[in-house]
Nanobody, 119 residues
């Protein structure tokens, strides 16, 4: 499965961005999808995940500001990011994994999209 992110950019604090990720293989509709991010010098961290049946989970730092959604007809997952803060600056990656599996290096990962938030 190939994943491709889009929608990153540079914005001021308080602004919104919507990230999109499309998959080359429709079988992702049977699995779980997620967004992760990695800031310079930091480890990659989970931002939000959504299961095959729509259950969402968020990192504490983005709860209430970010919303993950999926459109299985389009083999896509989205991340709506509102009230962005400078600490949200990172490269954002989408990932896909079979239902019941965790996200590992063997999961499908996109190439990443840069999000920069200026104070």
């Amino acid at each position: 499965v190939e994943l491709k992110e889009s929608g990153g950019g540079s914005v001021q604090s308080g602004a919104s961005l919507r990230l999109s990720c499309t998959a080359s293989d429709r079988t992702v509709r049977f699995g779980n999808l997620g967004w992760f991010r990695q800031a310079p010098g930091a480890v990659r961290e989970m931002v939000a995940t959504i299961t095959w049946n729509g259950n969402a989970n968020y990192a504490n730092s983005v709860e209430g500001r970010f919303t993950i959604s999926r459109d299985d007809a389009k083999s896509a997952v989205y991340l709506q990011m509102d009230r962005l803060q400078p600490e949200d600056t990172a490269v954002y990656y989408c990932a896909a994994t079979p239902a019941g599996n965790g996200y590992t290096s063997n999961s499908a990962w996109g190439q990443g999209t840069q999000v920069t938030v200026y104070a």
